[in-house]
């Protein structure tokens, strides 16, 4: 069983269109994020929920809008996609109540092109 | 804020010798972890070791091992015997010591490791 998973895995669209990724963890962690990889391979915190509640948002655009409608779910929604928003977005959880429960484990990744 | 910085774009080992990997972080906390990840071809995040800074002892796993240096915030990643299959993206990470709650992981730019038949 997939512990992080994303849909799509490859998201191809236009400029200007409006896009869903979406993720789901089935470890029972009670903290999610959203990583962006850009086209260097340097990855970046965008967004982070913990039970339901936004704790984390970086300097990210308010096209970004994420969504965590239960604790084992966190969707990222992009509108009026633009060219520099193509990368690779990646969803991880960790648990975090106690030490030892710091790690993250991360999802497959979406790559996301925008033509 | 956090940094945390790789020095080498790419390396390459031949296989079955040993590799070391350079990561060097800025902070002002003394409570804090750190981890490597390696990113294959499959673009798949996964973890390698993970070190917490109250302990003195470097972490292990089977081939896999690092140099943790606290005074001079280094970090570097050893492997043994490399094989082919450690062909990837190594990339270092810190997180702030709090335990509960969001706590977000600050990478570095990555080093691009080869393994040479």
């Known amino acids: 069983d997939t512990a992080v998973s994303q849909t799509p895995k490859y998201l191809v669209t236009q400029m200007g269109n409006d896009k869903s990724i979406k993720c789901e963890q089935n470890?029972?962690?009670?903290?999610m994020y959203w990583y962006k990889q850009d086209s260097k391979k340097f990855l970046k915190i965008m967004f982070s929920?913990?039970?339901?509640?936004?704790?984390i948002n970086e300097t990210v655009p308010n096209r970004f809008s994420p969504k965590s409608p239960d604790k084992a779910h966190l969707n990222l929604h992009i509108n009026s996609l633009e060219l520099g928003d193509s990368a690779v977005y990646f969803c991880?959880?960790?648990?975090?109540?106690?030490?030892?429960?710091?790690?993250?484990?991360f999802g497959p990744g979406t790559r996301l092109l925008v033509l | 804020a956090q940094t945390v910085t790789q020095s080498q774009p790419e390396m390459s080992v031949q296989e079955a010798e040993t590799v070391t990997l350079s990561c060097t972080y800025d902070t002002s906390e003394s409570d804090y972890y750190l981890f490597w990840y390696k990113q294959p071809p499959s673009r798949q995040m996964i973890l390698v070791i993970r070190?917490?800074?109250?302990?003195?002892q470097n972490a292990t796993e089977n081939r896999f091992s690092v140099n943790f240096q606290k005074a001079a915030k280094s970090f570097s990643l050893k492997i043994s015997d490399s094989q082919l299959g450690d062909a990837a993206m190594y990339f270092c990470?810190?997180?702030?010591?709090?335990?509960?709650?969001?706590?977000?992981?600050?990478f570095g730019q990555g080093t691009r490791l080869t393994i040479n038949p």
């Open positions: 470890l029972g962690h009670d903290t």
């Open positions: 070190q917490e800074a109250y302990k003195q």
């Open positions: 991880a959880s960790s648990q975090g109540r106690q030490r030892g429960e710091e790690t993250q484990y």
């Open positions: 929920y913990n039970n339901k509640e936004l704790i």
């Open positions: 990470a810190y997180r702030r010591g709090i335990i509960q709650g969001a706590q977000k992981l600050v």
